[in-house]
């Protein structure tokens, strides 16, 4: 498992940060040394995560469809606090207690790093199609983006499992624990926002 704890500024971390979530789609058994793993790592690798919520939320707000940017910032909370609370409760079990914080800083930076691609992405196949297509471009446009945010969800998958292997270390067994873990913690948030009116 990597222990990366360099004393570096926020684009530092964050540039070390893209190689390491490339690494982590690669399945590279190097890819935790390019995280900061130290207190302030794990701070900072909520920063970016806020920001690109942030920017997400008021886009889809700006479409006037959904529920209101707050709403959103909020339900992104809710679940990866949920999700984070089912790792540390499992994670013990597992006698990998020690890993939850490479877990949270490699998970929030990958997370980070894998939005503002497939937002860049989304943006720039929308212009590129618009400008080539014209008036009739919509339905292509839609279709564009839904198979890029269809490749962005597994490639999050890939790089979540690389972590749990190569950050926290676990095996197979305990790999199909933690999945099953987050994945209730999950519905039960699904449940809670279930309960609140979607409205701006």
């Not at 570096?8 to 893209?18: G, V």
């Not at 920001?51 to 529920?67: D, K």
């Not at 909020?74 to 020690?98: D, E, I, T």
Request: charged share 10%.
């Amino acid at each position: 498992m990597g222990v990366a704890t360099r004393q570096s500024s926020l684009i530092d971390e964050a540039l070390a940060a893209i190689g390491g979530t490339w690494r982590l789609l690669l399945g590279r058994a190097d890819a935790g040394y390019h995280f900061d793993f130290s207190q302030r790592g794990l701070a900072g690798s909520f920063v970016p995560l806020v920001m690109v919520n942030a920017v997400m939320a008021g886009l889809m707000g700006m479409t006037g469809q959904g529920p209101s940017p707050a709403m959103q910032l909020f339900s992104s909370g809710l679940l990866l606090g949920l999700r984070y609370g089912a790792m540390r409760m499992v994670l013990p079990q597992l006698k990998a207690l020690h890993a939850f914080r490479p877990f949270m800083v490699a998970s929030n930076w990958s997370g980070t790093v894998v939005l503002m691609a497939a937002l860049v992405a989304s943006l720039g196949l929308g212009f590129i199609a618009a400008m080539l297509l014209g008036p009739a471009a919509g339905d292509t446009i839609v279709g564009l983006i839904l198979t890029l945010w269809a490749g962005v969800a597994l490639a999050m998958l890939v790089i979540e499992i690389n972590i749990y292997r190569l950050v926290v270390g676990l095996n197979f067994t305990e790999i199909v624990i933690v999945v099953m873990a987050q994945f209730v913690a999950l519905l039960a948030g699904g449940y809670i926002l279930s309960q609140f009116p979607f409205s701006g």
